[in-house]
């Protein structure tokens, strides 16, 4: 379980890779400093899809403004999108 305001039921690994690769693609964008790190945009975006939870109540909940929350939950859904592409390739490629 990862520790957070409310108990979130997924692998701290999880979240963990979600923060990799947040970090990679905000690495390839020269992608400046902001208000949540890495790992709490993960932890934000998987409370979003595990918890439902409103953006506005992700705001609150992680002190940042509702349209932030909406920003970084859509950038992290964007960078699982692809990557999750290509996890179908390799999957369903040639062997």
């Not at 963990?16 to 400046?32: D, I, Y």
Request: net charge negative.
């Amino acid at each position: 379980m990862v520790p957070c305001r409310a108990p979130l039921d997924v692998p701290h690994d999880l979240v963990e890779h979600v923060a990799w690769l947040l970090h990679e693609h905000c690495q390839a964008r020269n992608t400046r400093c902001r208000k949540l790190g890495c790992f709490q945009q993960a932890l934000l975006t998987l409370v979003h899809l595990r918890e439902s939870e409103t953006f506005a109540q992700l705001g609150d909940g992680f002190a940042i403004s509702q349209a932030t929350a909406w920003r970084y939950v859509g950038e992290a859904l964007d960078v699982l999108a692809s990557w999750a592409s290509g996890l179908h390739e390799a999957l369903t490629g040639p062997r």
